[in-house]
């Protein structure tokens, strides 16, 4: 059975990564009796100017997009109920903060050297969306990290130092280079960019046309 690779560029901080994640795997077990795949996440940095101590989520959003903080609550609660669709837990989106997620990504580089960054990643969408908890901060990173058999006292050491750093740093701008402006971004066998939280059916039709076109080209 051919193997698809699929590069996952996500931020924990962004609403539609966790959506466009959960749709994916939906895409992928629609495909499962014709391919298999292996999915490697990476980091972005959607709010890489956000000071320290975070902003209010609808001042951030509203500044960002240009929109008054009313159009983008409507715009929030239409993506809590994409959300809700999934099963996804939503619960506290609204109540969240914009954050820097840099740090957030030094411990999910090193949960990834461990094997556990998707499980780690998927934590952390429900903490901030779902409890609207900070993922930047220790005392929310280190007992996930633990709940995923990880050292909590190394996560905290991580966080102290600049550990990861320069990797995260390099990987971010990799995938810029190679063109991903935005999240969630899906780059499929190295090659082809499928950008947004697309619907599971239009997943699994793009993933299975350019296993087609790559198993001809093999011919």
Not at 25 to 30: D, G, K, P, S
Not at 115 to 144: H, K, Q, S
Not at 171 to 188: D, M, Y
């Amino acid at each position: 059975m051919q193997t698809v690779k699929i590069d996952l560029v996500s931020d924990v901080v962004c609403p539609w990564c966790p959506i466009g994640e959960a749709r994916l795997r939906q895409a992928m077990t629609q495909l499962a009796d014709e391919l298999r795949f292996e999915v490697e996440w990476h980091p972005f940095l959607l709010n890489p100017d956000v000071p320290p101590e975070g902003r209010p989520i609808l001042a951030h959003l509203s500044e960002k997009y240009g929109r008054s903080e009313s159009e983008m609550q409507a715009s929030q609660a239409e993506i809590v109920a994409a959300a809700r669709e999934l099963g996804l837990d939503f619960e506290q989106a609204l109540a969240r903060r914009s954050w820097n997620t840099f740090d957030t990504h030094r411990v999910l580089a090193h949960a990834k050297d461990h094997g556990c960054d998707a499980a780690m990643n998927r934590a952390l969408f429900a903490a901030y969306f779902g409890r609207a908890e900070n993922p930047t901060d220790p005392a929310v990173l280190a007992p996930i990290a633990e709940s995923l058999g990880l050292d909590g006292a190394e996560v905290r050491a991580i966080l102290a130092s600049d550990r990861y750093s320069e990797r995260v740093r390099a990987e971010i701008e990799h995938w810029r280079a190679l063109g991903v402006s935005s999240v969630p971004s899906f780059i499929v066998d190295g090659r082809y960019l499928l950008a947004g939280a697309q619907p599971p059916a239009a997943l699994a039709d793009a993933l299975r046309r350019i296993a087609t076109e790559e198993d001809a080209e093999r011919v």
